[in-house]
């Protein structure tokens, strides 16, 4: 049976050669991917990619307001802690209508 320095060895060289065998196919996938992109005149907007940071898709819209302090005009969404101006009162007091 091999011992444990033996075995850490062996797996340092397998980790080695796993590396390099993943660079050498990702370079060929990426080859062939730029080949195809050419080929058929691929853009990326195609391809789900765009110049902005984010898609539209995927930011959160603002939830609309369900309660308002009548002092200041703030308002909350009843999402998340509440407002100091809201603790230990009535909120039904505060509520928007709709």
Known sequence: MPSYKQLTAQ????HKE?????????AQAIAEIK????????TAEELGFSER????????K???????????????????RAPGWL????????LIAE
Do not use: D, Q
């Not at 797996?11 to 397998?14: G, R, V």
């Not at 080949?35 to 691929?42: F, M």
């Open 18 to 26: 796993v590396a390099a065998a993943r660079e050498k196919e990702v």
């Open 87 to 94: 603790a230990g009162k009535n909120r039904e007091r505060f």
């Open 62 to 80: 603002a939830l609309p307001a369900r309660y308002r302090n009548p002092k200041t005009g703030e308002t909350w969404s009843g999402r998340g």
């Open 53 to 60: 940071a984010a898609p539209a898709a995927a930011r959160k």
């Open 11 to 14: 797996l340092e060289k397998l």
């Open 35 to 42: 080949e195809k992109i050419a080929e058929y005149e691929i």
